[in-house]
């Protein structure tokens, strides 16, 4: 069964540092997601990306966040200037279309020291 | 946005028990997924169901939508059924929102 992979596994950074955390959706999908799950806490929608633009973004997704598809196969997540409260699980899901189910990644578990 | 409530929030069974979690969402929704998320952090697809009702082994969902819940039943639990539970209804705009998830273990 095709999956969503997402690298790294995991990742450590200093407060301030720039990252970037890759995902390769599911190849015929054409929506992608980032949602992000602070330790012990439920998950958060972050963003939705449709057609090479955003469709639609939650209050965490500040202008800290920006996400990219920059070929045909990866879609990145980049956080310009990281906190400390950035530290979290990122996940990475695609879709077919807005309707069907999403596949999601195993996560990136991001912290930031 | 939906709001998403999950119960009971932590649920500990005797492996071989039932148990049903429930999900109540505040406003009409378009589709519906349950989530398991095992103890590495991963989250497993379990059901897509909208509406009607879903049976996979020893797990199964109904969705009754036009009264706002949804509930996973688990039958005959074993320990690797322990983990979280998240319920993930879509209303009319394109993300999935997350419950605040049953925190289930099951003991041997």
């Known amino acids: 069964e095709p999956e969503v992979t997402q690298t790294p596994s995991h990742q450590v950074t200093q407060m301030g540092q720039e990252v970037i955390l890759r995902c390769v959706p599911i190849?015929?999908?054409?929506?992608f997601y980032w949602y992000r799950q602070i330790l012990g806490q439920k998950v958060e929608f972050l963003v939705s990306?449709?057609?090479?633009?955003?469709?639609?973004k939650s209050e965490i997704f500040d202008d800290q966040f920006s996400v990219e598809r920059p070929d045909g196969s990866n879609f990145t997540l980049k956080i310009r200037s990281t906190k400390l409260e950035d530290s979290a699980m990122y996940f990475c899901?695609?879709?077919?279309?807005?309707?069907?189910?999403?596949?999601f990644g195993n996560g990136t578990r991001l912290t930031v020291t | 946005g939906i709001q998403v409530e999950q119960s009971p929030p932590d649920l500990i069974l005797q492996e071989g028990a039932n148990s049903t979690l429930r999900c109540n969402f505040s406003?009409?929704?378009?589709?519906l997924q349950w989530f398991h998320q095992n103890p590495w952090g991963q989250l497993i697809n379990l059901f897509y169901i909208p509406s009607g009702t879903k049976q996979n082994g020893r797990l199964s969902a109904t969705t009754v939508a036009t009264e706002r819940y949804s509930l996973l039943y688990i039958s005959s639990s074993q320990t690797t059924d322990s983990g979280v539970y998240f319920c993930?209804?879509?209303?009319?705009?394109?993300?999935?929102?997350f419950g605040t998830g049953t925190r289930l273990k099951v003991l041997a």
């Open positions: 406003d009409s929704v378009n589709n």
């Open positions: 990306f449709y057609n090479n633009e955003i469709s639609e």
């Open positions: 899901a695609s879709s077919d279309h807005p309707g069907d189910p999403l596949h």
């Open positions: 190849s015929n999908h054409l929506y």
């Open positions: 993930a209804p879509r209303g009319g705009t394109y993300k999935y929102i």
